[in-house]
């Protein structure tokens, strides 16, 4: 079954940088676009952008273009996203989510939380 | 960008009632590429509708969606006491940004 496996809550302090990992099974890697969506406590859903497991290519939402890099490494089935300049903002819940077949966000990733602290 | 606004903000049903969702986008969203998502405190989204009307796997019978170009629903025929949580929909058409509405909280009356 596909299953996508996301690592370990992060502390971290403002102006560092926190990568997260997205580990998939139970499919080809490279069949599908990795999302990357983020989620403040008790807030709504933010899409943040896409990484092409296949090419590599990325599509970012504008409000983070220039401070994120989705990255891929397919020998490991896994999707990176790296968040720069961090901020007390950024203190969310970070999901992966894969596409379905039409572009659906019909899997997701368990989260990861990112607390951003002095 | 198109922006999608759900309303109610908060639904407040018994269980065994019929509850109706509305997201309403800001431009026509193309080939019906709307999806409705399920959450519970604590949890990740879960996919229920996509393309509008499609029900993902696993999904009861008691969700529909329905709509088409800027106004979708999602329709709950008979609530059960699982069903109580937050909604989103989201738009994914051919190209990104992909957005979400801002949810609508559905709790127990």
């Known amino acids: 079954q596909v299953q996508l496996v996301q690592s370990g809550a992060e502390v971290k302090k403002p102006g560092a940088s926190v990568k997260v990992s997205c580990k998939a099974s139970?499919?080809?890697?490279?069949?599908?676009?990795i999302h990357w969506v983020r989620q403040a406590p008790g807030q709504g859903l933010e899409w943040m952008g896409r990484?092409?497991?296949?090419?590599?290519?990325?599509n970012y939402a504008q409000k983070f273009q220039g401070r994120v890099t989705m990255t891929r490494d397919t020998s490991i089935s896994t999707a990176y996203m790296e968040l720069n300049r961090l901020r007390s903002d950024d203190t969310v819940v970070y999901y992966c989510?894969?596409?379905?077949?039409?572009?659906?966000?019909?899997?997701w990733g368990q989260g990861t939380l990112v607390t951003v602290s002095s | 960008e198109i922006v999608l606004t759900q309303s109610p903000g908060t639904l407040s049903l018994s269980p065994g009632e019929r509850a109706t969702l509305s997201c309403r986008a800001s431009?026509?969203?193309?080939?019906?590429?709307l999806a409705w998502y399920q959450q519970k405190a604590g949890q990740a989204p879960r996919l229920l509708i996509y393309?509008?009307?499609s029900r993902a796997t696993g999904i009861p019978d008691r969700f529909s969606g329905s709509g088409s170009g800027t106004d979708f629903t999602l329709t709950i025929s008979r609530l059960e006491p699982e069903d109580f949580a937050v909604y989103y929909c989201?738009?994914?058409?051919?190209?990104?940004?992909?957005?979400f509405g801002q949810g609508t909280k559905l709790e127990i009356k």
């Open positions: 989510a894969r596409s379905g077949d039409f572009g659906e966000f019909y899997y």
């Open positions: 139970g499919y080809t890697f490279t069949g599908y676009y």
């Open positions: 990484v092409n497991p296949n090419s590599g290519g990325t």
């Open positions: 431009q026509s969203v193309s080939s019906s590429y």
């Open positions: 393309g509008a009307s």
């Open positions: 989201q738009q994914y058409g051919s190209s990104p940004p992909y957005t």
